[in-house]
Antibody, heavy 116, light 106 residues
């Protein structure tokens, strides 16, 4: 059974940093692209970033370029999202997803609140 | 950037009715569309990929159609458990979601 379990969320002040993790199991992690998708409270879904299976290429939405870094450790079957210079508009539930160009498996999500 | 526009924003339907919701792309996206269902408090679930392919385990009352810029998700004989938000997504470069359609059951 495929499982994606996020961790690392919480309350953080504007301008500070936070690192999310996603532990994957139930599939060969190193064979798949992975992605982060977020959802602000009462809002719709928004793709944040994707990473190729090797980690050699990464892709970001414009609003997080230069602030967020997606990475992975295939030996640990873990996906990461380093979030720097956080803004109030980054407040959202962040979902780890398996990226098959469409998103076929989703974690339960982790809440990130950016507020002073 | 391609914009995905969903309509209607919400609908209220009786059990057993047929539902049709729409997703329009601002440019030709060929068949590169997926549909998701999100129930309150839950993660989204993939329903349809490449416009018309039903994902594993999705009931056959869910049908996707369309090509180019206009796409449709149809639910035949709606069940109470189908109450949810439904999102379309442009697959591939800079994945983009529509703003969603809320389906309520009367």
């Amino acid at each position: 059974e495929v499982q994606l379990v996020e961790s690392g969320g919480g309350l953080v002040q504007p301008g500070r940093s936070l690192k999310l993790s996603c532990a994957a199991s139930g599939f060969t992690f190193s064979n798949y692209y992975m992605a982060w998708v977020r959802q602000a409270p009462t809002k719709g879904l928004e793709w944040v970033a994707s990473i190729t299976n090797s980690g050699g290429s990464t892709y970001y939405r414009d609003s997080v370029k230069g602030r967020f870094t997606i990475s992975r450790d295939n030996a640990k079957s873990t996906l990461y999202l380093q979030m720097d210079s956080l803004r109030s508009e980054d407040t959202a539930t962040y979902y780890c997803t398996r990226d098959y160009h469409y998103f076929d498996y989703w974690g339960q999500g982790v809440m990130v609140t950016v507020s002073s | 950037n391609i914009v995905m526009t969903q309509s209607p924003k919400s609908m209220s339907i009786s059990v057993g009715d047929r539902v049709t919701m729409n997703c329009k792309a601002s440019q030709n996206v060929y068949n590169n569309i997926a549909w998701y269902q999100q129930k309150p408090g839950q993660s989204p679930k993939l329903l349809i990929y490449y416009a018309s392919n039903r994902y594993n385990g999705v009931p056959d009352r869910f049908t996707g159609s369309g090509y180019g810029t206009d796409f449709t998700l149809t639910i035949n004989s709606v069940q109470a458990e189908d109450a949810a938000f439904y999102y379309c997504q442009r697959i591939y470069n800079s994945p983009t979601f529509g703003s969603g359609t809320k389906l309520e059951i009367k």
